[in-house]
């Protein structure tokens, strides 16, 4: 699993849609994520630090938890199916843990609030992420193939070890 991070909220060009986008701690890909528009604003007003004079859901949803003394450990985005992706909230009360399905976006709005950790399972990552700067992945790949033409086979020989016998 991967933990990655809020990075903000985009707007699809064509139909205007939100995009929740999570990057890894790298930052070097981006997993962007269509939610809803209440999910959007939802995620801005904790990324903006906004405060309300009732609470909206997802503040309700925390203070429920913390009313029945229930922790929200961490968020998982586990699978996309369909172009869907999918995740469970691992939550403990007390000694007893649970996960619980979820919208990625409810999930993602929940764990801001709360600051628990949000990890994507590598396959989801290596499916659907975006490079964020194409320029210096170009540079690492050809800088990797650069070392891979100048090795030489005796590069991978045991150093300090006699070839000939020794009596």
């Known amino acids: 699993m991967i933990e990655m991070k809020v990075a903000g909220i985009a707007l699809e060009a064509a139909t205007r849609s939100p995009i929740v986008l999570l990057r890894d701690a790298s930052e070097r890909r981006q997993l962007p994520i269509y939610i809803g528009q209440d999910q959007a604003r939802a995620i801005i007003s904790v990324l903006e630090n906004q405060t309300h004079p009732r609470p909206l859901t997802h503040d309700l949803m925390v203070n429920i938890f913390d009313e029945i003394d ?22 403990r009360q007390g000694e007893v843990k649970k996960d619980i399905d979820a919208r990625p976006s409810d999930a993602i709005a929940l764990a801001l609030r709360t600051r628990s950790p949000i990890w994507v399972m590598e396959e989801v990552v290596a499916e659907a992420a975006l490079p964020v700067d194409r320029d210096a992945d170009e540079a690492e790949q050809k800088a ?3 070392f891979l033409s100048n090795l030489n086979p005796s590069d991978f020989t ?10």
Request: avoid cysteine; glycine fraction near 2%; charge should be neutral.
């Open 144 to 146: 990797f193939r650069d």
């Open 70 to 91: 229930v922790v929200l450990e961490r968020v998982v985005i586990h699978s996309l199916q369909d172009s869907t992706f999918f995740a469970v909230m691992t939550v």
């Open 158 to 167: 045991q150093r300090g070890r006699s070839t000939s016998s020794e009596s």
